[in-house]
């Protein structure tokens, strides 16, 4: 089935990691891809503890996507290419029983994926699939078994309050 979590609000990709676990710890092979993510966070380190989960990102932070210039955006659009089509053959393989696809709504949006090869992907999927990002596209929601929209209510960056490891990254 096909879950996506969406909206403008903190907590998506918890959710989304939130799953993953519970689906490690009910034997399931786990395969995260984190688009548009390449500095070190929290998350990574307790996910390596367990059995079940492998993740794969960016080689390295290339910042938010408003501020890359063409070629970084070139760059990291062929990276994110590259990651979907691994994820994508270790599905086929038979290797992975859930797909999160952490960001994907974000990087399809903002255009660093290829379209064509992004919508065969979620189309052909045959593990449980998890997509977050905040708008996802519509072919994707009337694909969905599963659409939570989280909404931002409060936040503490409003009130100035930079992110905090741990809570945040």
């Not at 079940?52 to 990276?79: C, H, N, P, S, W």
């Not at 994820?87 to 999160?100: I, P």
């Not at 065969?120 to 990002?133: D, F, P, W």
Request: charged residues 25%; proline residues 3%.
């Amino acid at each position: 089935m096909l879950h996506i979590y969406c909206g403008d609000g903190k907590g998506k990709t918890t959710a989304a990691l939130g799953l993953a676990v519970r689906a490690a710890g009910a034997g399931m092979r786990v395969h995260i891809v984190q688009l548009l993510k390449g500095s070190d966070t929290a998350e990574l380190h307790a996910l390596s503890y367990i059995p079940g989960i492998t993740v794969t990102r960016l080689d390295r932070d290339y910042g938010f996507t408003f501020r890359m210039d063409a070629q970084t955006r070139q760059t990291v659009t062929e990276l994110h290419n590259a990651l979907l089509y691994e994820a994508y053959t270790r599905v086929k393989a038979g290797e992975t029983d859930m797909l999160v696809l952490d960001e994907f709504c974000a990087a399809y949006e903002a255009g660093m994926v290829d379209p064509e090869f992004a919508d065969l992907l979620v189309k052909n999927c045959t593990a449980e699939l998890v997509l977050t990002g905040r708008r996802p596209a519509p072919q994707f929601v009337n694909a969905a078994d599963y659409v939570s929209d989280i909404r931002a209510v409060k936040h503490p960056y409003d009130r100035g309050i930079a992110a905090r490891k741990g809570i945040e990254f």
